[in-house]
């Protein structure tokens, strides 16, 4: 196993790095293979092992034989002996669940040790079958004992590591985990700084698992760089993948079109999410075509991919030849109202269909498109039509009655999160005079210079939506309330359709 590790993490010639919650400082093992870290070892212990000693040089480099103890099935008393053994706090969350099948750490704290811990417990335990370590800034020693861990642990086939901000490091050893452990089946690898440069330690392994179901990658920083590898994971990934999300990551024309194409020649794939990607209408005709030549696909999201009318023309067309797809999500987009009437006219002339849902969500159209949708309902009882804005509750809206600086706000968020800007950094250079307040002029042109992608109309809606007290100037601070505001709600849609798909356990 230490070759096969050295031969993996040494495909590369950058340093070792270590990320804790985004910051990154560069730190070089100290052992003499490359990628092995000293005194790493996960395997279950016998009596007959000689327990190696703690170097107290650095959080990367700890020692994890810990001997196991008689009849302790769920690793509670290894648990407590490790953390003892480590100066590491036990948690009591983490005590009580060990004889449960799911575990959820989700923002809990744990860092490198705390992680350390749960792995020599988990390596015992042949109880829990769901792991969530979301948000515990497990840095690159953390997801090395995680590695371990799964490749002794036969039991756990659902694993969460996202948001650990685990970079190139983490998607090697990500990699090599997917390439011994032949139990999991769903992985979320959401929100780990991935970039395009990362994708081959993943996606290799993905298309090769026999058991993987449910891949999540969203909130990453893939892009057309990487469209290649993950058109070749689609084209050729094992008949086990059925549910791949690819959201809030960096695709746009280019990528769109690789990722169309492996969706096309995939024959196993029932979920695809490529939502809040610039595919444009381009990306959307692709898509078109991959849906029309692709009679497996169940659910597709196309949510906020800047897709215009042209683009939901090819989608269209696609659907005419497609008897498979259940939903179709491609709300948020740019659809005027005469494209969503060739929508109702396509399916009026329909004798069947296999949709069941097309949601246009956040897409403004008339009063009177309701009633062509109530029209239609006489004849396709099963396609349920979603438009307009909604509330928080669900309800939804007339149209017009909700400004759409929402979705003009998300793309400044995403222009942050692309540039590593701060919404204090990017203010800034709109405030020339440090007084914290912009007008409407220098909001527009702080807009333009940095290149943000949105339209006059856009930006004036925005400025309505943020400017609440109405004095004519964009406080930093009503800025700040907006941008939680719009990221919490959307934050919270995401969730909610990432537990729909996971709970609809056939993706």
């Known amino acids: 196993m230490t070759t096969t590790k050295a031969e993996y993490l040494a495909t590369t010639h950058l340093p070792y790095t ?23 070892d996960l395997r279950r212990a016998s009596k007959n092992r000689k327990r190696a000693s703690v170097d107290d040089d650095t959080e990367t480099v700890l020692d994890l034989t810990v001997a196991s103890v008689p009849y302790d099935d769920t690793g509670k008393r290894t648990y407590e002996r490790a953390c003892k053994k480590y100066g590491v706090t036990p948690s009591s969350l983490f005590l009580r669940n060990l004889a449960e099948k799911d575990i959820d750490l ?16 988990l390596v015992v335990n ?31 086939t659902d694993l969460d590591l996202s948001e650990n901000s685990l970079g190139t490091y983490g998607a090697k050893v990500m990699g090599l985990m997917l390439r011994e452990n032949k139990v999991v089946r769903y992985l979320n690898l959401s929100g780990n700084q991935f970039t395009d440069q990362d994708a081959i330690y993943l ?18 920083e ?11 994971m689609m084209s050729d990934a094992n008949r086990a993948l059925l549910a791949l999300d690819l959201s809030w ?28 990607n610039g595919l444009d209408d381009g990306g959307g005709k692709d898509f078109g075509d991959a849906i029309g030549n692709n009679n497996v696909i169940e659910v597709i999201d196309l949510s906020c991919c800047r897709i215009g009318p042209e683009g939901f023309a090819g989608i269209l067309k696609g659907l005419k030849n497609n008897d498979t797809l259940q939903e179709l999500r491609i709300g948020k987009n740019n659809i005027p109202e005469d494209a969503a009437n060739a929508a109702v006219e396509m399916f009026d002339q329909m004798e069947s269909t296999a949709l069941t849902m097309l949601d246009m969500t956040d897409v403004i ?19 349920e039509i979603k438009f307009g804005y909604g509330d928080m509750y669900g309800k939804r809206k007339m149209a017009g009655s909700v400004d759409v600086g929402e979705d003009a706000l998300l793309t400044i968020k995403e222009y942050m999160d692309r540039h590593n800007l ?14 914290n307040s912009v007008d409407y002029d220098e909001f527009r042109e702080g807009i333009k210079e940095a290149k943000i992608d949105l339209t006059d109309f856009q930006v004036d809606k925005l400025i309505t939506f943020i400017d609440m007290d109405g004095d004519g100037d964009l406080d930093f601070s009503e800025v700040v309330l907006k941008m939680k505001e719009v990221t919490k709600k959307r934050e919270a849609e995401d969730e909610q359709r990432k537990e729909e798909a996971k709970n609809k356990r056939k993706y």
């Open 203 to 220: 996606t290799k392994q993905i298309q090769d698992h026999s058991s993987l179901e449910h891949v999540d990658l969203s909130h990453n």
């Open 222 to 232: 893939f892009g057309d760089v990487s469209g290649p590898e993950f058109e070749k």
């Open 126 to 156: 042949s109880t829990v079958t769901s792991l969530v370590l979301k948000g515990n800034c497990i840095d690159n020693a953390g997801v090395l004992y995680i590695q371990q861990m799964m490749t002794e642990n036969m039991s756990i």
């Open 422 to 435: 701060t919404i204090s950094e990017l203010f800034a250079r709109f405030d020339d005079d440090g007084s």
């Open 365 to 383: 159209l008339g009063p009177h498109f309701q009633d062509r949708v109530d029209e239609l309902k006489e004849k396709h009882e099963g396609l």
């Open 18 to 40: 270590s990320r804790v919650c985004g910051r990154m400082s560069s730190e070089r093992p100290e052992s003499k293979q490359a990628g092995t870290p000293r005194g790493l």
């Open 106 to 121: 989700t923002n809990y704290g744990l860092g490198p040790k705390g992680v350390m811990a749960v792995s020599v417990a």
């Open 249 to 276: 990551n960096q695709f746009r024309l280019i990528g769109a079109k690789h990722l169309a194409t492996g969706m096309k020649e995939n024959a196993y794939l029932k979920y695809l999410n490529v939502s809040w």
